[in-house]
């Protein structure tokens, strides 16, 4: 962990937000506890705010986790076992490791389903974690507005929007 710093550090701003002492709070404090650890945040550049979050959770997780002495612990497949015991299983052994405030309320487990194209041999695992990156969608598609001269020659136009893939021409 980070000895408590992170964690101690957070506590202290929330504590300075929330306390209705103060109209503007400056986190200098909590700035540098996190730039001490991570130089990337040390600065004044643009950062990503994904990175950030990532790091304070973990970092908030290591500092608070009650494990001290952490056991090292194999990692479990499936085997055509049922999945119900199988993450039950995974989720004793990682909280053999991992037992935090954060872990009670923001970790989760996310089944891994693998099978080799070659052999047809299959994995089953179970991975924790505290948060998930999801893909923004991206539309393939694009909208043309047309207009279609009807026969006989006189007859109003007909206005027609469709929908055609980003690629088509």
Not at 5 to 27: C, F, Q, R
Not at 146 to 151: A, E, N
């Amino acid at each position: 962990g980070h000895n408590g710093k992170v964690a101690l550090s957070y506590g202290k701003l929330m504590k300075e937000m929330w306390s209705n002492a103060y109209t503007i709070v400056v986190p200098r404090d909590f700035k540098s506890t996190i730039g001490e650890f991570r130089p990337q945040f040390a600065g004044t550049e643009q950062q990503d705010s994904q990175e950030f979050m990532n790091f304070l959770l973990d970092g908030l997780h290591e500092d608070l986790n009650r494990i001290k002495k952490k056991p090292h612990v194999q990692k479990i497949e499936s085997k055509g076992r049922d999945d119900i015991l199988i993450s039950s299983e995974s989720w004793r052994r990682f909280l053999l490791r991992n037992d935090s405030e954060l872990v009670d309320h923001y970790f989760g487990q996310l089944k891994s389903h693998v099978t080799c194209v070659n052999c047809g041999n299959e994995s089953v695992t179970f991975d924790e974690y505290l948060s998930l990156s999801l893909p923004i969608p991206i539309r393939n598609t694009k909208n043309f507005t047309i207009f279609v001269q009807l026969l006989p020659i006189g007859t109003p136009p007909m206005k027609v929007t469709i929908e055609v893939e980003i690629t088509d021409t």
